[in-house]
T-cell receptor, first 115, second 111 residues
Framework: ETGVTQSPTHLIKTRGQQVTLRCSSQSGHNTVSWYQQALGQGPQFIFQYYREEENGRGNFPPRFSGLQFPNYSSELNVNALELDDSALYLC??????????????FGPGTRLTVL | GENVEQHPSTLSVQEGDSAVIKCTYS??????FPWYKQELGKRPQLIIDIRSNVGEKKDQRIAVTLNKTAKHFSLHITETQPEDSAVYFC??????????WGAGTKLIIKP
């Protein structure tokens, strides 16, 4: 295993609610990326944090936001949930200079269902 | 925007035969190409990656080739085994500082 953990494993929310997903990176990894993986599709890049600052973002609206903490943990927050937000959310940590080309190690994911 | 196309979407091969999965990318500035294996209900796992300064990389039964002129790269698995059954994703990292993923290939190894 990669040493990257995520919580919770599964989550059910209703439309309009807010959700916080958590990731604990491998010790020493200063970069974390978050991805959304819809069923049967490849992961879509949401954003990346390097040394607690966002240094890259995909095509996701501002209601997707994040935080990275000094203890190698991070959060993904999603406001005003929509049905299309139902997906597997993956975090990936890496050690380097915050480059997207650094090798990424994935957590097991959080399955979010929006009803 | 940047795009990665992956083919085929499903590949069924006899155990012991070879499997080849192909990807093309649109961003000519892409310089990093990882391949991930994802088993059902599990996390993606990096199996091999290649950077734009090399044309081929091999790790035991797995190899990746890169053709920067044609903007395509391929995954080759030789002597396939039942545990190779999974979904395989290619990805490309380029000038927009994003890792763009293909749609995945479901590899089925027939006994």
């Amino acid at each position: 295993e990669t040493g990257v953990t995520q919580s919770p494993t599964h989550l059910i929310k209703t439309r309009g609610q807010q959700v916080t997903l958590r990731c604990s990176s491998q010790s020493g990894h200063n970069t974390v990326s978050w991805y959304q993986q819809a069923l049967g599709q490849g992961p879509q890049f949401i954003f990346q944090y390097y040394r607690e600052e966002e240094n890259g973002r995909g095509n996701f609206p501002p209601r997707f936001s994040g935080l990275q903490f000094p203890n190698y943990s991070s959060e993904l927050n999603v406001n005003a949930l929509e049905l299309d937000d139902s997906a597997l959310y993956l975090c990936a940590s890496s050690l380097g200079l915050g480059r997207i080309t650094d090798t990424q190690y994935f957590g097991p994911g959080t399955r979010l269902t929006v009803l | 925007g940047e795009n990665v196309e992956q083919h085929p979407s499903t590949l069924s091969v006899q155990e012991g035969d070879s499997a080849v999965i192909k990807c093309t990318y649109s961003d000519s500035a892409s310089n990093y190409f990882p391949w991930y294996k994802q088993e059902l209900g599990k996390r993606p796992q990096l199996i091999i990656d290649i950077r734009s300064n090399v044309g081929e990389k091999k790790d035991q039964r797995i190899a990746v080739t890169l053709n920067k002129t044609a903007k395509h790269f391929s995954l080759h698995i030789t002597e396939t085994q039942p545990e190779d059954s999974a979904v395989y994703f290619c990805a490309a990292a380029g000038s927009n500082y994003q890792l763009i993923w293909g749609a995945g290939t479901k590899l089925i190894i027939k006994p």
